[in-house]
């Protein structure tokens, strides 16, 4: 028997049964780039978790200030945010979050800015001009940096998403391919700590780079879990299935304990 594709993007990953306790996610969020808007977006993340039945949610609009305490308890934090830096208190509590054994994922939009040491001027990321290297742990926890020049994607489509990582678990069971209405990022340099999970070709036709171009990844950090996923720009790209699927799979795999 076939299963409805609505019903895969709901299903809980073959993880072994660590009892009927709800995993806690907290998404950290409160500021966007002008590009993307958190307060839409941002209800979609909680309901997709939620709807799992798998999940416990809270959303933090205010992440400086945040301790270890506050990040005690959670399984997961969802990284949707960027904007100003949190801190030395709060960056090195979300680190050391995760490099103690949880987990993180991050999502479209948080793979250029401040963090990274750029600063946003004439329209456009640039490397900082005061020399400030950014947050030094972040390039690792995302597994990837993006050149200024290099930062863009070709003109917002309908393409197909492969797995290639079938076997991995937040993959198995789904369908090759899924469909993603979004935007395609290009020419992320990917570190060797990030292992690809699923890939989209980058059209010429639609300003792309001909190239398979890498769209989730997982990365080690500590003895904790990051998933990068570069989908999401909008309320419509973050209601598609595929995305769905791969966002709570991902939660779910970066969470469990
Ligand atoms: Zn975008």
Request: aromatic share 10%; no cysteine.
């Amino acid at each position: 028997m076939r299963i409805p594709l609505a019903a895969l993007a709901l299903a809980l990953l073959a993880l072994p049964a660590t009892g009927q306790e709800r995993l806690r996610a907290l998404i950290l969020t409160g500021e966007t780039d002008p590009s993307h808007d958190w307060r839409t977006t941002t209800p979609l993340l909680r309901e997709a978790l939620e709807k799992t039945g798998r999940f416990e949610v809270q959303v933090v609009e205010k992440v400086p200030g945040l301790t270890p305490r506050d990040l005690a308890g959670y399984d997961a934090v969802v990284l949707h945010y960027n904007g100003p830096r949190w801190g030395a208190e709060t960056e090195s509590a979300v680190e050391e979050f995760i490099r103690s054994g949880k987990g993180m994922v991050a999502l479209h939009g948080v793979s250029y800015g401040v963090f990274f040491g750029m600063e946003f001027r004439e329209k456009r990321w640039r490397r900082s001009t005061t020399g400030d290297p950014g947050w030094p742990a972040y390039a690792e926890m995302m597994g990837a940096t993006w050149e200024p020049e290099k930062i863009g994607h070709g003109k917002r489509h309908v393409f197909k998403v492969r797995w290639i990582e079938r076997d991995h678990p937040i993959a198995r069971g789904l369908e090759e391919t899924f469909l993603a209405d979004d935007e395609l990022y290009h020419r992320m340099d990917l570190r060797p700590n990030a292992r690809v999970l699923a890939t989209a070709f980058s059209d010429p036709a639609t300003g792309g780079t001909g190239r398979d171009e890498p769209v989730i990844w997982a990365v080690p950090f500590g003895r904790g879990r990051v998933v990068h996923i570069t989908l999401g720009h909008d309320t419509k790209s973050m209601s598609q299935p595929g995305f769905i699927a791969a966002f709570t799979r991902a939660a779910e795999w970066v969470a469990a304990r």
